[in-house]
Every structure is written in C-alpha cells, then in structure tokens.
C-alpha cells in the first residue's frame, strides 16, 4: 500500500512520490511533469485535482529529479521513449493502477503519448496532455537557449536547487538533450494514431515552448476523440498561470471519462501493441 509520500524502486532508481487523496484508494490519476519538473513542483495542483475528482492522484519524480537517483549525462535522445517504455510499465504495476487517466505536462506529457501509442493497456482510459510536444520547434528551442542563460548567469540554479536534489543533472540532463543538434529530427507523432482512448490537450494561448501546430498535429493524426483546451493569458505552464481554468478543464474531462468507466470493471494488464514500421520558466511555480 502506498503511503502519503515516499520513494519507489523502479529498476536500479528510487523515484521519489507523493500521493493526494487516500493513499489507500488505487490512484486513478497518474501525473508526469514537464522537462525541469518533479513530485513537488506540481505544488498544489494535484491536491486540488483529487479534491475535484474524489479520486487519489499519484505524482512522481524521474530518475536525475528532484529528490530521485541521479543519471548520467549526457541523457540519450531517446530519454523520453525510455521512460514510457521502461520505466512507466512497472510504476503503474508497482502503485496498483487498475483504471484511470495519465496526465502529463509539456516532456511528461510527450511520455504519457508515447506510452498510449505504443500500449493497449486497458487500465488508461483517457490521457490529458498539457503543452506537449509532438516534434521539436524553432520558438522551443530559443526559450531553452534562454533559459540556459538564465541557468549561467542568473539566479536560476539556486531557485531550481529548492526542488532538486542533483540540480545539475535535472538541468543539463534536459537542456542538453534538446539543444543538441541531432534532437531536431525528434518527432513522435507515429504514436498518435495508435493511441485508443479520447485525448484532451490543455495549452495556454501564450506557451512559450510550442505553438498552436502541435495541436494541429494530434488532430491530424490522431484517430481517437481529441480535446482541446486552450488557456487564456497562460503560458507553458497553465496550471500555475492560469490555475482555476486549467483545474475545471482538467477535472471536468477526467470526471467525465471516470463516470464512464466506473469500478468494477476488469482491469487488463499492459500489453505491446505493434506499430507502422518504417520568464517564468519551465518548471518553477510562481
């Protein structure tokens, strides 16, 4: 059983994990945060979203974040793949996930598509994607370059050092991955059209990060019902900016989708699916 907080052991890493609602209940939303993120970095949304929902809602950290073990740098480019593949099927075996939703923002939220494309694993019955990213973009790769800057020369590291334990390796593993050159060919929009559940997208009409065109990529791709919900005065980070829009699209959706698919229903392992072959900144609440 779960507790309110704690560290899971997944592979050869302690992930660090908090929990909001009853730790005794199944989570039935399962959070993935953004590229300089972690458990404790979503603040008080999560808390909020399972006060909505009246459902238990699990946050975790990835490995090189916040308080879970280091990696080594440089991260491979295939970072994000990595973590849908290895190391989201054993959490969700390892908390007791049985049906609900993932809700990933901004590179955590690129994972919970990556995941849903590549896996027909009943127990998700819907993912929320907040600012995600289906293929790199010029506008994303000069926010990085700035925010780098302000890693170098501002005060960037010490405000990032309340969060994580490695800063450095939650930093450089992230910036260093994006800004390298080879990363611009990064495209994961195969994994759309496998995805069989309904979609929503939460993007605030000011994301520094990404533009409208990647919503316009899920719609075109994407078979299953797609959602979206674009966040007035919001940049990258609604659910900090924009906080009580960003909660009522949220939990509305996932209310929906959760009335839908009631318990009691027969929960299905993840299984492979097979497929084609061939500045506020990004992390930080205010």
């Known amino acids: 059983m779960l507790s309110s907080s704690g560290f899971l052991t997944i592979g050869d890493a302690d992930l660090e994990y908090r929990v909001s609602g009853d730790p005794a209940a199944p989570p039935a939303i399962v959070m993935l945060h953004e590229g300089l993120g972690s458990a404790a970095l979503w603040g008080g949304f ?8 009246g459902v238990t809602v699990f946050a975790y950290s990835r490995a090189g974040y916040g308080a879970s073990s280091p990696v080594a740098l440089p ?3 295939t970072f994000m793949h990595d973590e849908a593949m290895t190391v989201l099927p054993p959490l969700l075996d390892a908390i007791g996930f049985r049906r609900g939703l993932l809700l990933g923002h901004s590179d955590g939220a690129s ?8 896996r027909q694993d009943h127990r998700v019955r819907a993912v929320t994607l907040i600012a995600p990213h289906f293929v790199t973009e010029d506008i994303g790769i000069a926010a990085i370059r700035e925010t780098v800057a302000a890693y170098a020369q501002g005060d960037l590291k010490t405000r990032l050092a309340r969060w994580h334990r490695h800063v450095d390796v939650a930093f450089y593993g992230w910036s260093g991955a994006w800004l390298d050159p080879e990363f611009r060919a990064w495209d994961i929009s195969e994994f759309l059209a496998y995805i069989r559940v309904p979609l929503q997208i939460v993007q605030g009409e000011n994301d520094q990060y990404g533009t409208i065109r990647q919503i316009e990529i899920a719609r075109e791709e994407c078979y299953c019902p797609v959602e979206v919900a674009l966040i007035p005065q919001a940049g990258h980070s609604p659910q900090r900016e924009a906080p009580e829009a960003t909660l ?5 959706f996932a209310e929906r989708i959760l009335q839908q698919h009631h318990e009691g229903d027969a929960a299905v ?3 492979p699916m097979k497929k084609n072959a061939g500045q506020t900144f ?4 205010r």
């Not at 009522?248 to 509305?252: L, R």
């Open 75 to 77: 991260r491979p480019l």
């Open 111 to 118: 994972i919970a598509a990556i995941y849903a494309g590549s």
């Open 46 to 53: 999560p808390d909020k979203l399972a006060a909505a929902t």
């Open 269 to 271: 392992p993840g299984a």
């Open 248 to 252: 009522a699209a949220i939990a509305g």
């Open 282 to 285: 990004e992390g930080e609440p």
